[in-house]
């Protein structure tokens, strides 16, 4: 692995002095085949960012065998932090994949748990430990069972690092308190202070596996993240290598990716023939849906304002109809201006609790009602 930067590096630069369409597929579909290595993926994420999302939605569009699938999920798993924009890539790859089961089912329905390589569980509890930092309630939305898990730690797994793992990836998906998880974790690993927990913290371009104390595990991941983060905050690279005219065509993508003025955003569901828009595109509604575009892809929350009957809707009806061609309704609308309609109907409240949820002391308590 140690001469992968040279073969980005080569791999870069026939991409952008391409001529002809049939090198533009092969190329995009070895970066597609060496992104899924966990020693490729950070090379391949930084060296063709401005088409990462079409090399990640590519993965969803084959089946593969369960090792193959594993190795995507590892990669969507480490990249989701640092690129939110993929998260509704992964959301898709799990549903497609991972349906009520969850990443430990390819573990599971293969062998039994003693026999699958302390390195192989690492690979895997990282991947569902940072499913769950990045949405807790993913898991629970997808009926991920949570036993699974507990058979990693209780019988007591012999690797210590698997114990680790499975306890945060418990701890995090049944809401359980930090302290109740660090009672668990001292009942069955020992204290921070006395118990070794070696971890396999992903694989080197050398293909050598980086060890990690595991206790400092969301320390190192928020670092790891932060430092992504910042990179990509102050990259002044050109990525259009100088060569404008070469720019990607619509059919040069996935199927699953849509181009909204040069933003790649993934679609669920695929169409063989763009439908003819209804939107007139001006410079002013180029920009609007290119800034809305960048907004969404980032899991931002937006607030349109304009004067009415400027083309709000019309805007919004333009890009979910893009996004989500196959599905019906896909605007709520909510008409504020009914006065029967108050801040409590759209953000809940809180009511007087009675029977079970009220304190025994007679002191009264309240719940959320949404």
């Known amino acids: 692995m140690a001469d992968f930067y040279i073969k980005i590096s080569s791999l870069a630069s026939s991409l952008s002095n ?3 369409r049939p090198i533009t597929t092969r190329n995009i579909v070895t970066c597609v085949k060496v992104s899924s290595s966990s020693s490729c993926t950070a090379i ?3 060296t ?10 590519r993965w969803i569009d084959s089946s593969d065998s369960s090792q193959a699938l594993e190795d995507k999920l590892c990669a969507l798993c480490f990249l989701l932090q640092p690129h939110t924009e993929i998260f509704p890539i992964l959301s898709s790859f799990l549903q497609e994949y991972f349906p009520n089961s969850g990443p430990l089912s390819t573990i599971f329905g293969a062998a ?3 026999t699958v390589t302390p390195s192989h569980l690492h690979r895997v509890l990282l991947a569902y430990y940072r499913i769950l930092v990045a949405n807790p309630e993913l898991p629970s939305h997808l009926d991920w069972p949570l036993d699974l898990l507990s058979r990693l730690f209780w019988p007591q797994h012999p690797d210590p690092g698997v114990r680790y793992l499975a306890i945060r990836c418990y701890a995090l998906q049944s809401g359980m308190s930090e302290a109740e998880r660090e009672k668990l974790e001292n009942t069955l690993l020992g204290s921070m202070a006395d118990a070794e927990c070696p971890l396999e913290f992903g ?7 980086n060890i990690i104390d595991g206790w400092l595990l969301p320390v190192i991941e928020k670092q790891r993240i932060h430092d992504a983060r910042s990179a990509i905050a102050t990259d002044t690279r050109d990525l259009s290598m100088g060569r404008e005219d070469k720019a990607m065509q619509p059919f040069d993508l996935s199927p699953s990716v849509t181009s909204i003025h040069g933003v790649l955003m993934f679609r669920r569901y ?6 003819v828009a209804a939107l007139v595109p001006t410079n002013a509604t180029v920009n609007a849906l290119r800034t809305l575009a960048l907004h969404i892809s980032l899991r931002l929350p937006v607030l349109l304002t304009s004067p ?4 709000k809707t019309l805007l919004l009806s333009h890009l979910a109809s893009t996004l989500h061609p196959r599905v019906k309704n896909q605007l709520v609308t909510i008409n504020l201006a009914d006065t029967s309609i108050d801040a409590r109907s759209l953000l809940g409240s809180y009511v007087h609790s009675t029977g ?4 025994s002391n007679g002191r009264k308590a309240f719940s959320y009602e949404p």
């Open 18 to 20: 391409q001529t002809d």
């Open 44 to 46: 391949v994420a930084d």
């Open 48 to 57: 063709f960012r401005p088409f990462l999302i079409d090399l990640c939605a």
């Open 112 to 114: 039994l748990p003693g």
């Open 203 to 209: 694989i080197d371009v050398h293909g050598c596996p």
């Open 270 to 275: 695929t169409i063989d023939a763009t439908p």
């Open 308 to 311: 009415p009957s400027s083309g």
């Open 356 to 359: 079970s949820r009220a304190l």
